[in-house]
Structure formats: structure tokens, C-alpha cells
């Protein structure tokens, strides 16, 4: 996971996650869930561009926490968290798009590097800059009637 409890508790104080976990029946289960959930969906935008999940990475906790906060709402989450989710999935969208890329709180070692990037895929006959036939082979090609 990206974030834990006291992660959302920092970002939202206590009292506040607290009213959340009371819409639940098991308030701690919802929570874990909920950040599970995130982590999850951040996954699946991530792992386009990366090997998940990632570690060292501060931004993707912020995520996290607004993800799973929105997640937490029983009713429809309306105004800020919801404006909080939904730019989170559009940045997560940015980055499987290659628009942004995630940030990582310590330099990564080589080693880390190519184990964190993937490799994008090459669809077949794309490192051939031209045609495969011209005109001029066509020409020569003898007709099927």
C-alpha cells in the first residue's frame, strides 16, 4: 500500500477520518479497505509506465490518501474530496499517458531503475522507417484474377 491510517490521519486529523470510519459497521476494516482499494486503482494507471508498486515515492501517499478518503464517503462524496479524487485520476491518467511521470523521494539506484520502468511494448514492423513494398514492386507482381 501507498498509505496507512495515521498517513490519512496526518493529511485529514483524526477527527475527521474518525467521523468517516463511524458511517461503517467496522469503522478500521473500511479504512484498510479503502486504502487498499486506492492503492489498487493507482496500480492500475501505474503499471503501464512502471513495476508496481513503487517504493520512495511521497506524492503517490497524497494520492493515496485522497483516493481512499473519497473512497471512504458512504453517501457520494461532493465538493472538495471529490474535486481531490477526481484530479488524482487525472493525474494518474497524465502519467500512464507519459504526460507526467511519478517523482521519487530518494534518488533510485541503477539497479532500482530497471527494475521500476517498463519496457514499452514496440508493435511488430515499427522499427522499419518505410514501406515495405513501393509501387514499383507492386508493378512487377503478377495479378490474382
Keep these: 500500500m501507498y498509505a496507512t491510517r ?4 496526518g ?8 467521523q468517516l470510519e463511524s458511517m461503517h459497521i467496522d469503522g478500521l476494516l473500511a479504512t484498510n479497505n479503502a486504502l487498499s482499494d486506492s492503492a489498487e486503482t493507482m496500480n492500475s494507471y501505474l503499471s ?3 513495476q508496481t508498486p513503487l517504493v520512495k515515492t511521497e506524492h503517490l501517499k497524497i494520492i493515496c490518501c485522497n483516493i ?3 473512497y471512504l464517503y458512504v453517501n457520494d462524496a461532493t465538493g472538495e ?11 494518474l491518467q497524465q502519467v500512464a499517458a ?3 511521470n511519478v517523482t521519487f523521494a530518494e534518488p533510485l539506484t541503477a539497479e532500482e531503475q530497471q527494475k521500476t520502468y517498463v519496457k514499452p511494448a ?4 515499427s522499427s522499419y522507417p ?3 513494398f513501393g509501387d514499383d514492386v507492386f508493378a512487377k507482381m503478377p495479378s490474382i484474377k
Design 98 to 100: 507519459g504526460k507526467a
Design 68 to 70: 481512499a478518503r473519497y
Design 48 to 50: 503501464v509506465r512502471y
Design 122 to 125: 514496440v508493435p511488430i514492423g
Design 6 to 9: 495515521d498517513d490519512l490521519v
Design 11 to 18: 493529511r485529514f486529523t483524526e477527527m475527521s477520518i474518525s
Design 130 to 132: 518505410g514501406q515495405i
Design 81 to 91: 474530496p471529490e474535486d481531490r479524487y477526481n484530479d488524482a485520476l487525472k493525474w
